[in-house]
């Protein structure tokens, strides 16, 4: 008895090992183009929040050298993916730098079109989705079935809150944090964009060959 339990156990276990291991060597391959770091952003709408008594027509970061980084996806290469469908979500993504990592714009980071006052955690939500409505193009989330789907051109912006040590304008690395996933750039530099949205400057939308 003890032999067959054994056996079975070994089988689970060998089973689970497999499963697990299959689903980490064949992850998702997404490739992107960081086309913009963006210091300052309009809102065509200005924003009413419940923090303040006038609306609000702009943000920049509290610290002067943070931006947003702007980045493109450019195609998704499922092919190989063990499971039936890759969930891709924005909130997901991560900028790596080195021992840094930014995502979700956290509360206190932003000031109000110059004055010192900062993004509220009731305000937050709220100034997420007026950047999203200036900056972002295509679906905030999505499923990708088994295959390479190619001129996706999602775009999407990053708060990078304060200067990065020894960045010198060079394309960012992305992560993502939920199903398997490799992230490629396509190599291209971003551009430097004092004001974007609103009555700002335009952002590139699709990625370069």
């Given at each position: 008895m003890r032999t067959l339990w054994g056996t079975a156990a070994l089988l689970l276990c060998l089973s689970a090992c497999t499963t697990t291991s299959s689903v980490r060597?064949?992850?998702?391959?997404?490739?992107?183009?960081?086309?913009?770091?963006?210091?300052?952003?309009r809102f065509t709408n200005p924003v009413q929040l419940p923090s303040r008594l006038e609306p609000v027509d702009f943000v920049r970061p509290r610290d002067s050298s943070g931006f947003w980084a702007v980045f493109v996806l450019c195609e998704a290469d499922t092919s190989d993916i063990v499971l039936p469908g890759f969930r891709f979500n924005v909130d997901d993504v991560r900028i790596q730098y080195g021992k840094y990592r930014f995502g979700p714009l956290q509360p206190y980071t932003l000031r109000y079109q110059g004055s010192l006052d900062l993004n509220t955690p009731k305000d937050t939500p709220l100034i997420v989705q007026a950047i999203g409505a200036e900056i972002h193009q295509g679906p905030r989330s999505t499923v990708f079935?088994?295959?390479?789907?190619?001129?996706?051109?999602?775009?999407?912006?990053?708060?990078?809150?304060r200067a990065l040590p020894n960045y010198a304008g060079e394309p960012l690395q992305l992560r993502y944090l939920g199903q398997p996933a490799i992230l490629h750039d396509n190599g291209y530099p971003p551009s430097d964009i004092r004001v974007a949205g609103g009555s700002g400057g335009g952002i590139a939308a699709r990625c370069l060959p």
């Open positions: 060597e064949h992850p998702a391959v997404l490739r992107y183009q960081h086309v913009a770091n963006v210091h300052e952003i079935e088994r295959g390479h789907f190619t001129d996706l051109h999602f775009r999407f912006a990053i708060f990078v809150p």
